[in-house]
């Protein structure tokens, strides 16, 4: 070894240092990411806690992009069930032309039809792909994309004001448990900036 440098290992240890200290993720319990709910999001910490300690392999000790990546994997489910759904509802040949209208609006908000790159479930690829690459500004812009989506399917009136909108369908209950999840990711969100 020539005076000053440093040995090989030394070398090897100090660039995995450098390279991994900005994306470093960050361990945070359930109990941390689920003690103060989002009203808006209508979620509980009971909902927020039995799916964040569903992970494969517990919760406990798992870093919060592991725990965001597998709640959006929840997410990207919940979606293509509601998306199936809507596909299924739509082709019921009895359902009314008002459900009708707003089954569609929901299918053109949720689902990427015809893969032009918008909806809901185009905006979670994006999102996977910026906490993959630790970009985590497209994981806020996507969330917000993504909740945007949502809200004008589940708008009860759908731009139509005066018109009586009673669902039974069970959309109301898939909307209801994707915007949970997006809360859930709302939460962890605060901890995933280094």
Do not use: W
């Not at 070894?1 to 070398?11: A, F, V």
């Not at 448990?177 to 901890?191: C, F, N, P, R, T």
């Amino acid at each position: 070894m020539n005076g000053g440098e440093m040995p090989l290992d030394s070398k090897i240890l100090a660039f995995l240092f450098l390279d991994a200290t900005p994306y470093a993720a960050k361990i945070v319990t359930v109990e941390e990411i689920c003690k103060n709910p989002n009203p808006a999001f209508a979620l509980t910490f009971a909902y927020c806690s039995n799916l964040l300690n569903s992970i494969p392999g517990g919760a406990k000790g798992a870093n919060v992009d592991s725990l965001a990546q597998y709640t959006l994997e929840v997410l990207q489910s919940n979606l293509t069930n509601t998306v199936n759904l809507l596909k299924s509802l739509i082709a019921n040949s009895s359902t009314s032309p008002d459900l009708l209208d707003v089954y569609h609006m929901c299918l053109n908000n949720l689902d990427d039809i015809g893969g032009r790159g918008q909806g809901a479930l185009a905006e979670i690829e994006r999102i996977k792909n910026g906490l993959k690459e630790h970009v985590y500004s497209l994981f806020i812009s996507g969330l917000t994309d993504t909740l945007i989506y949502l809200q004008n399917c589940m708008s009860v009136d759908h731009g139509t004001p005066n018109r009586e909108f009673h669902d039974p369908s069970l959309l109301p209950q898939y909307t209801g448990d994707i915007q949970k999840v997006i809360g859930i990711l709302e939460a962890m969100s605060v901890y995933l900036f280094p």
